[in-house]
């Protein structure tokens, strides 16, 4: 099942907005016009990673520092420059674009 996230107008190219939606956070980001969506919650202490930055398609975030690749939500650097095995992955959720607004398949 479809749940729609937000359209996508309100996303801005190259950066990362937050959806709460059902109970849940989301981090939603446009990164060359593609669009990626993951919990917003970092898996370390649970950061909100829409506060955090953004370079390419990884996010660091702004409590201490780990980096997750949108793209699949794997780990590209531990807290602190910890290895990346240090925290778990943050999940990641596939994408559909329909007719202007993002969706995702179910939370
Ligand atoms: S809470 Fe994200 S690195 Fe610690």
């Known amino acids: 099942m479809l749940v729609r996230v937000c359209s996508l107008r ?3 190219e190259g950066g ?3 959806v709460d939606l059902n109970d849940k956070g989301l ?3 446009k990164v060359g016009g593609r669009v990626y969506v993951a919990d917003v919650w970092c898996t370390h202490e649970e ?3 829409s506060l955090g930055l953004l370079e390419g398609d990884i996010v660091r975030c702004p409590l ?3 980096m997750f690749r ?18 778990p992955s943050l999940k990641t959720y596939k994408v559909k674009i ?5 969706y995702i398949e179910e939370l």
């Not at 794997?74 to 807290?79: Q, R, W």
């Not at 329909?98 to 993002?102: A, H, V």
């Open 64 to 66: 201490h520092g780990a």
């Open 47 to 49: 950061g909100d990673l």
């Open 70 to 87: 949108l793209a699949d939500g794997s780990v590209v650097e531990g807290p602190e420059g910890e290895p990346p095995e240090s925290i």
């Open 27 to 29: 981090l939603v980001a």
């Open 98 to 102: 329909q007719e202007g607004d993002i």
């Open 16 to 18: 990362m907005i937050r």
């Open 10 to 12: 309100e996303v801005p």
